[in-house]
Structure formats: C-alpha cells, structure tokens
C-alpha cells in the first residue's frame, strides 16, 4: 500500500535538496476537460468549465516548476492526455505544451503527442500543437459506425475523424495515431472489420484497437446491469482480436504491443517507456509518476479543485506515493513487459534487477508456460497468440 504521507513525499520529491537528482526523460500532462462524458469512461476527467482551464494550466505549470528545482531533465517523449487537451483555448494550450517543449533535450529526437477528440481540432488548435512543438497527435476515433459511437455516447460524429486528420496533417503534423474500440454492444464481426476498413483507409501510422470494458461506476456498466445493453459474447470478442491481428498484419502493421500496431518506426515510444516500466513524471490532477531511480510511485488527486487548491497552498497535490521494493518492481517489469510483442529480455532484466526472471517467477512461468501461454527460451520470455488472447490471466498472476 501507499504509505508514505503525501506533504512527506512532496518534500521529497520537490524540495531543492539532495544529490539524488535522477534525469526524467519523459513526461506526462493530464488535462482532465472534456465537452461531455462518454458512457464507458473510467479516466478522470470532468465536463468542460470555461472558469477551470486558466487556474488549471497555472497550476499544471507550478507543479512543474516544482519538479524543476529538483531534477535534471533531458526530455525526449512527451505525452499529452486527458480528458481532452484540445478542448483547451488555443493561447492556452501553447501556453503549457511550449513550456513542456522547453525541457526537451535539444540532441535527441522528440516525440511530443497530444490526443484529441474528433471534432476539436480546428485550424487554430493545430497551430498551437505545431507552434509548441506537438509532432504526433493520438485520435479518439472509437468507432466509424454512427450507431456504436451512440452506445458509447461519444458526441462525434464518423466522418469528423477524417477532417481531424486533415486539419492536422495540413497544419504539419504527420504522426497520426487512432484509438479504436471493438466488441461495443451490438457489433459483429462484419462491422467491426468495416470500421477497421474506414480506419485503414485514413492512412495513419498507428492503430490502438481497445476490446471494451464495462468499468464499475461507470454509465455503460450500470446499462450492463440492468440489462439495457449485453456483452459481446467472449468467443466473438477473441474472434474480433484475432482477425485485428491479421488484417492489420496484411496491412503493414506490426503488432508491438497487446493492442496496439504501427508501421516500422512508429511506434509510440512514450508508451513504450511505460512498458519498459522506465521513470517518467506525470502532472496534473489523478496524474501518474515513476521516478524508477529511486522506485517511487505517485499518484495526483483525481479531482481538479482539490488539484489546483494544493498547488496554490504550496501543498503536494499527490494522494498516493509510494517506493517500491525491488519484489514490487519486478512485478510492475513482468506485467508491463509482457505486454509487448518482443516480450522481455531476460538479459536486461537480469542487469535491472539482479535476477533472472526464471528465478523471480518460477512458479508462474512454469504454470504459464504448461499453459500454453507463455514462450521461454534462453534469451526471452514472451506470451503465445494464446497467452496474448488472455493477456488480463496472465497479468494476474505477477500482480
Ligand atoms: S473523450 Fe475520452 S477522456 Fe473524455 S470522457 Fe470520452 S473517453 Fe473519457
């Protein structure tokens, strides 16, 4: 459990003490805002309020500048996420996304994504991704069926996917990735592939393919229960996944992770540093971090007012902090690694951790293994096409 006091850690972690002074080399910005709440939505994030976003982007920044005096950066990912960034009033948008471009490192490339809804990126939006540096934008498409976005009470309709893109890439932005969801209440196999076709047909260098979940507290969950929508059948879901996999495949996709795919080169190496169980710092409200020097992780409080009431007290805005044991670590490095499609490299976890994952895990390798689930050999570990199919199964049991 989180047991470390939030002020403590706060001191901790901005005080302008210590010679611990771990480089952060990616960065997360969570801006909660968005023009409704889809059905479905477990992140935090609170309906649009005009009077929020200037005390917000201050406090975004403030956080930020308390990072500052205590470590060193050399910043080559940036991400973006939310709620929806661009929902944000252009000069404002700038105003965050340069000063988080300010703590790239000019000698190394940089990935800096923003996501963004369908529908609210005008002309004057891209400007402000492109002016602040944004090269990469991940787009919440979902679905290019009218009827599916309804179940999932997204307020877009398809055909401003396609004008998102075209409003990006004419502003210069050609790294487009987009998000999509199968297995939505009432898809079959015949139109989930005809959105994987409208999607195909946008040319984007990245394609996230989420199966749905029904979170607890959420508006679609409580449809679940009282019997208003019914789960796609599991098999049709596995079936869904499966035929993702190949059509993508055929396409020129490569499938680097358990739901997501890009052409060569482009895969999000944000993400990635996630899988890698790599540090990063998170801002924002119910923003997280790893500072993987030292183990900790962080957790923001998840409620904007609270979040920005903190920052101006000078107080830490985080409600969980937590140093991880090296058990712990192994853990998150087992999950998050096996993940990805190239599995993990039993050398460089050996390096990390001083043990091999056979020997961290043995009990679990061997059932998962027996499974079918799991490839060992003398230099990775990796799940099957089965393993990848029960990908939840197989998390648990390192958690
Ligand atoms: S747009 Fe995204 S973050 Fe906003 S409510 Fe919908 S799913 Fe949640």
């Known amino acids: 459990m989180y047991a470390m006091p939030p002020t403590e850690s706060y001191k901790l972690g901005h005080g302008a003490t210590t010679a611990f002074t771990p480089r952060i080399r990616s960065l997360y910005a969570h801006v909660p805002f968005c023009h409704t709440i889809c059905g479905y939505c477990d992140f935090y994030s609170e309906v649009f309020d005009k009077q929020a976003i200037g005390p917000l982007v201050d406090s975004l920044l403030a956080e930020l500048a308390c990072y500052e005096t205590a470590h060193a950066f050399s910043v080559?990912?940036?991400?973006?996420?939310?709620?929806?960034?661009t929902t944000l009033p252009p000069e404002l948008l700038q105003k965050l996304l340069t000063k988080?471009?300010?703590?790239?490192?000019?000698?190394?490339?940089?990935?800096?994504?923003?996501?963004?809804?369908?529908?609210?990126?005008?002309?004057?939006?891209?400007?402000?991704?492109?002016?602040?540096?944004?090269?990469?934008?991940?787009?919440?498409?979902?679905?290019?069926?009218?009827?599916?976005?309804?179940v999932l009470e997204r307020i877009h309709r398809p055909p401003q996917v396609a004008e998102t893109i075209r409003i990006a890439r004419a502003a210069g932005i050609d790294n487009v990735s987009i998000d999509l969801i199968f297995a939505v209440p009432g898809q079959s196999l015949a139109s989930w592939m005809r959105n994987l076709d409208a999607a195909l047909a946008l040319n984007t260098d990245h394609l996230?393919?989420?199966?749905?979940?029904?979170?607890?507290?959420?508006?679609?969950?409580?449809?679940?229960?009282?019997?208003?929508?019914?789960?796609?059948d599991e098999d049709l879901e596995a079936e869904m996944y499966e035929a993702t996999i190949e059509r993508l495949a055929r396409e020129g996709y490569r499938q680097y992770e358990v739901s997501n795919f890009a052409r060569p080169g482009r895969e999000c190496r944000h993400n990635l540093r996630y899988w890698n169980n790599d540090g990063y710092l998170g801002i924002g409200p119910s923003a997280c971090g790893f500072l993987a020097d030292r183990g900790l992780r962080y957790r923001?409080?998840?409620?904007?007012?609270?979040?920005?009431?903190a920052i101006r007290a000078g107080k830490s805005p985080q409600i969980e902090s937590e140093a991880l044991s090296r058990e712990a670590q192994m853990r998150d490095a087992a999950w998050l690694g096996l993940r990805q499609n190239r599995g993990i490299d039993r050398a460089t976890f050996r390096e990390r951790y001083a043990q091999d994952f056979v020997d961290a895990f043995p009990a679990a390798v061997e059932e998962l293994r027996l499974d079918g689930l799991l490839e060992v050999d003398?230099?990775?570990?990796?799940?099957?096409?089965?393993?990848?199919?029960?990908?939840?199964?197989?998390?648990?049991?390192?958690?």
Do not use: M, W
């Open 76 to 85: 080559d990912t940036i991400f973006v996420g939310g709620g929806t960034p």
């Open 300 to 309: 923001n409080v998840p409620d904007t007012a609270a979040y920005v009431r």
């Open 378 to 399: 003398d230099a990775t570990i990796r799940l099957t096409r089965r393993g990848l199919l029960l990908g939840n199964h197989v998390a648990a049991r390192f958690l």
């Open 208 to 232: 996230s393919c989420y199966g749905l979940t029904f979170e607890p507290g959420t508006p679609l969950h409580r449809q679940l229960s009282e019997g208003r929508v019914r789960k796609v």
């Open 100 to 150: 988080l471009a300010s703590l790239a490192d000019r000698n190394l490339p940089l990935e800096f994504t923003s996501e963004a809804n369908p529908a609210t990126v005008t002309p004057e939006v891209a400007a402000a991704l492109v002016n602040s540096g944004v090269n990469r934008v991940s787009i919440g498409a979902q679905s290019f069926d009218a009827g599916e976005l309804q």
